[in-house]
């Protein structure tokens, strides 16, 4: 049975290549919401407006979630509130960044 367990590990397989950690540890992946059909719509963002690997991203996040046998597609929206800050990482990222 799909569960948002499921898509959040599949989504930490997605490494934020400036950084080296996984977006959900990272704290940029805000929501997971299974609808009707097993459709996944993810509420991300990314750590600044201007990252350049932007799309690269979302289409990794797309990718992971539909990597998931139960998923029948996925949707990813960027928001941009509330804005992300270090705060929002798990410790072991905000310690390795110094925090």
Known sequence: ML????VYESISTVIDPEVGFNLVEMGLIY???????NHV???MTLSTQACPLHQMIVQWVKEACERVEEVRECEVNVVWE????I??????VKKALGA
Do not use: L, R
């Open 3 to 6: 569960n948002e367990e499921k």
């Open 31 to 37: 929501n997971v919401e299974i609808k009707d059909s």
């Open 41 to 43: 719509v993810v509420t």
């Open 87 to 92: 705060t929002m990482a798990d410790e072991n």
């Open 82 to 85: 509330p804005a992300w800050n």
